[in-house]
């Protein structure tokens, strides 16, 4: 039996000679195959004379850097051998190795052998946290793939050639490794793994991590997310999540010549709590496919965005080493992805909500303020960076952090000229003015019993009053300790809570001088410390930079002694925490479970309503996805304010007062349960008879006809 050998080779003049001497010792016959990826150092030369002496027996060349990927495909095409082998030659693995894993092949029990580094063969002791994001990309193929490896990221997978070759493979970089065992998995091929020895090479010495230019991270990044984004595309109703059908209703008034107004009700008054930007992306899918279609679209749409927004976010922070100079570089592109990954960021994606158009705008915002590539002028930079803040704002308002933070970030650390610092505020501050005027002018035409879901957010805060802040400000860590330590008991989940957030400040008054993106956060966050809505979804849209910041300060603690204890536990316990919850909600899709069953329950009761007659303006929960799929009018029915941290509803006679504002003829409870189904009592209590039962559903649904002469 004969072994292909394929060597892919990029500026390893220094090694390349030596590992083939070694291949050719091994005692079984062997076919080399080198494929010279545009190298630059001299290999081009030292593998010419190998192969012109016969060493190398093929040897394929790119004129162009292809990658990894590219090259390995290169040496399939030329393969002749039984089985293929992938040899780096970077001297990192060993070639005598390879007879004992062909064995399993050989005698007729694998179809490909896997060397793992991880099953106890001698290695050279090396970094800890480069075993660590080997294990986690493990850990994440496995997921998807449902085999046990120990080391997905080996390169040393050997696989007979006729299997290898009858698998699609694609990828041109370092998502081979992905592919092809993606490809295995897929093609039920027998897979074996046997431990290897590995003398993996220090960052210094050039190892593969050197490969990962922030480019490449960057790509890397974006095929993670959107392979793990493309889980969450479905065909739920649109509006299950309420502002997801207020998006869907302004894009179709939009399409259809309306104007920035809310279509479903009564009066059409224009609309002033969401910005218009995402609403504007999706008037070309509405206004010329059905809902359902433009719907998922849409949702394809946000997993495009959500991509980019991953993909830059890893780009820029290897790019300017956030993490810091003794960071593996490769740690911000794993971290970025895991985040990009996490239950809570994949349910975002899964309707159709504003935060991956966002995440855009924000990263573009941090790039081009605080590292701006290519040879752009100062005075450019800063205003295309106050354009991208600009953008973020006009997508969601809380995007005025982004404007504020670039322009404070300008001014104080990077100390840049006043005009440069004036472009960047002008583009933030037309796009505010004209946004505010807009406000300001229709302010009036929204009832005043809609200021929560339909005002601005100057009513909400005005209402609310500052007596929010301490509850508020309070609540703001929670969504996050829920994420990594929700298994805690009460003690350990406090203590560690208190300790991870320490840590979390002091990795942002690093990221201060280095970064615009912890000006940023400082304003977003006191946003949303006065801000009396659960901070949950807003957090979720800035995940990746908050995990950025985390690790960038505790990678510094852990140089110190003293704290190197501490701040590991925490870490472990934070990995530990995260982990299980994303094993979890793969294992049961998280991500879609509460959408389903509101658009499930939505399916059940739209046919029936879809039965009335015309001139019908219902009051419901979900006003908007009514709306969409019956083009009845439609208002919410429960209502609600706040007076500090504290909800308050109102009293019958304001329900009814508003109710009969709208001109509502019908009720629709859609769930029995919650702040619709009190209010509904109190009114049946309040006016009997005014209210009537028209039609039931099991589970306490109902539909009530008002009765106007009551």
Avoid at 84 to 108: F, H, N
Avoid at 361 to 386: D, K, Q
Avoid at 395 to 418: D, E, K, M
Avoid at 630 to 642: D, I, M, N, R, S
Wanted: glycine share 10%; hydrophobic share 50%.
């Amino acid at each position: 039996m004969k072994l292909s050998v394929l060597i892919p080779v990029y500026n390893e003049a220094a090694t390349i000679e030596h590992l083939v001497e070694r291949v050719r010792a091994i005692p079984i016959s062997v076919e080399v195959i080198a494929i010279d990826d545009a190298s630059r150092d001299g290999s081009a030369a030292v593998l010419e004379r190998l192969y012109e002496t016969r060493a190398v027996d093929h040897l394929e060349r790119h004129a162009v850097n292809r990658g990894k990927g590219a090259a390995i495909r290169s040496g399939i095409a030329r393969a002749t051998g039984d089985v293929i082998v992938i040899q780096d030659a970077d001297l990192e693995y060993d070639p005598a190795d390879l007879p004992g894993l062909l064995k399993p092949i050989l005698e007729g029990k694998a179809d490909a052998v896997f060397g793992s580094r991880f099953q106890g063969g001698p290695h050279r002791v090396l970094y800890f946290w480069h075993s660590i994001g080997n294990q986690i990309l493990t850990l994440m193929s496995n997921m998807f793939t449902n085999l046990n490896l120990t080391d997905m990221e080996t390169c040393y997978k050997l696989v007979r050639t006729d299997l290898l070759k009858s698998l699609p493979l694609t990828a041109n970089r370092f998502g081979f490794e992905v592919e092809i065992t993606a490809r295995l998995a897929q093609a039920g091929a027998r897979i074996w793994e046997q431990p290897i020895s590995y003398s993996g090479r220090t960052y210094a010495e050039g190892g593969v991590a050197q490969a990962l230019t922030p480019a490449r991270a960057g790509l890397a990044v974006a095929v993670a997310a959107f392979v793990g984004g493309a889980l969450t595309l479905n065909h739920d109703l649109v509006g299950v999540f309420y502002d997801d059908g207020l998006y869907a209703g302004l894009a179709l008034a939009l399409s259809r010549g309306l104007g920035y107004v809310h279509p479903h009700l009564p009066g059409t008054p224009p609309a002033i709590h969401y910005p218009p930007l995402y609403p504007i992306l999706l008037a070309p899918l509405f206004g010329s496919l059905p809902v359902g279609a433009a719907a998922f679209a849409a949702k394809v749409l946000n997993l495009v965005l959500a991509t980019l927004g991953a993909g830059l976010v890893a780009w820029y922070a290897t790019r300017v080493r956030l993490l810091g100079d003794d960071a593996p570089p490769w740690l911000a592109a794993a971290l970025v992805a895991a985040s990009a990954l996490s239950m809570p960021v994949l349910a975002i994606q899964g309707v159709l909500f504003a935060e991956p158009f966002f995440g855009v705008w924000l990263a573009l915002a941090v790039i081009l303020a605080g590292a701006p590539p290519g040879p752009w002028a100062p005075t450019t930079a800063a205003l295309l960076a106050g354009v991208a803040a600009a953008l973020a704002l006009l997508t969601r308002s809380l995007g005025v952090a982004a404007g504020a933070g670039i322009v404070l970030y300008l001014a104080l650390v990077r100390r840049t000229a006043w005009v440069n610092v004036l472009a960047a505020a002008a583009a933030v501050g037309v796009a505010g003015a004209g946004w505010g005027a807009w406000v300001i002018r229709h302010a009036g035409r929204i009832d005043p019993a809609l200021a929560m879901n339909y005002g601005s957010y100057f009513e909400t805060v005005q209402q609310a009053g500052l007596g929010v802040f301490r509850a508020s400000a309070r609540d703001l860590p929670r969504p996050l300790a829920d994420l990594v330590f929700g298994g805690l008991p009460a003690p350990l989940y406090y203590l560690f809570g208190a300790s991870a957030l320490a840590i979390g400040l002091y990795g942002l008054v690093r990221v201060l001088p280095r970064s615009p993106i912890g000006f940023i956060l400082i304003f977003y966050f006191g946003i949303l410390a006065v801000w009396p809505f659960p901070p949950d979804r807003f957090l979720w849209a800035v995940l990746p930079w908050l995990v950025l910041i985390w690790v960038a300060g505790a990678l510094p603690l852990l140089q110190r002694p003293a704290l190197r204890l501490p701040v590991l536990i925490v870490a472990t316990t934070m990995v530990a925490g995260f982990g299980w919850r994303e094993v979890r909600g793969f294992a049961g899709a998280w991500w879609g479970l509460a959408a389903s069953q509101i658009s499930g329950n939505f399916r059940e009761l739209l046919p029936w309503l879809q039965t009335l007659p015309p001139g019908t303006v219902l009051a419901t929960d979900d006003e908007a996805l009514v709306w969409l799929y019956t083009q009845k009018p439609a208002v919410p029915f429960y209502l609600y304010g706040y007076h500090g941290s504290t909800e308050t509803t109102p009293t019958p006679a304001e329900h009814r007062a508003y109710l009969e504002r709208q001109g509502v003829t019908h009720v629709l409870l859609a769930g029995f349960g919650g702040g619709s189904a009190h209010e509904l009592d109190a009114l049946l209590g309040a006016y009997p008879g005014w209210l009537t039962i028209l039609h039931r559903w099991p589970g306490g649904r109902a539909v009530f006809a008002v009765t106007r002469e009551h």
